[in-house]
């Protein structure tokens, strides 16, 4: 298994670009989240989806969609890339809402 | 809304020391997990807590919830430098936070 997929692993965008940042996982749990990370903030949930077509906002959502057509893949889309963007991405799966499994992250630079 | 503070912020050790780390909610959790991140890595889950007053180990690693379930400790006995790296607390209470962390550098 592969566990837990992102990429890219790296992303300079320049202020109002739109992107996506893809996540995948190969473990069949329903629960898929998106996290960032910046420093001394710990980890803040963006969005989070607890099966197929269904989604539901986290602690900071604005800015960012997401959707979820299939079990495997909860991609993240950056509407308008602003400054406040940059950070490390997090994309997290589990098969309980418990316990999660987290991919090798995203950096992205907004410039 | 409810908040997961953790301290120390950062902790400096020399091998051989112990360590703590304590994380508090402001609101009565239903479980609590405990992960760790190593630089530049991403966060690998250590355990979760369910009951009130509960303890587990893992060989040099104690985990203790607390009675009212609103705070959580994590233990190391004995650092060694594998164990660099930042500690998180998360919990479900209103939804599932994760606390700022406790960075842990331990020197040789």
């Known amino acids: 298994n592969a566990g837990v997929t992102q990429t890219p692993k790296f992303q300079v965008l320049k202020t109002g670009q739109s992107m996506t940042l893809q996540c995948a996982q190969d473990?069949?749990?329903?629960?898929m989240s998106w996290y960032r990370q910046d420093p001394g903030m710990g980890l803040r949930l963006i969005h989070y989806?607890?099966?197929?077509?269904?989604?539901d906002q986290g602690e900071v959502p604005n800015g960012y969609n997401v959707s979820r057509s299939t079990t495997e893949d909860f991609p993240l889309r950056l509407l308008s890339a602003a400054p406040s963007q940059t950070s490390v991405y997090f994309c997290a799966s589990s098969s309980s809402g418990y316990e999660q499994y987290f991919g090798p992250g995203t950096r992205l630079t907004v410039t | 809304g409810q908040q997961v503070m953790q301290i120390p912020q950062y902790q400096h050790v020399q091998e051989g020391e112990d360590f703590t780390t304590y994380c508090n909610s402001s609101t009565t959790l239903s479980n609590i997990q405990w992960y760790k991140q190593r630089p530049g890595g991403h966060p690998v889950f250590l355990i979760q807590?369910?009951?009130?007053?509960e303890v587990k180990k893992q060989k040099r690693l104690t985990f203790q919830f607390g009675e009212a379930k609103k705070n959580s400790s994590l233990h190391i006995t004995a650092t060694q430098t594998t164990d660099v790296g930042t500690y998180f607390c998360?919990?479900?209470?209103?939804?599932?936070?994760f606390g700022p962390g406790t960075r842990l550098s331990v020197l040789p």
């Open positions: 473990m069949n749990h329903e629960y």
């Open positions: 807590l369910v009951k009130s007053g």
């Open positions: 998360a919990g479900y209470g209103q939804n599932f936070v």
């Open positions: 989806s607890v099966g197929a077509g269904i989604t």
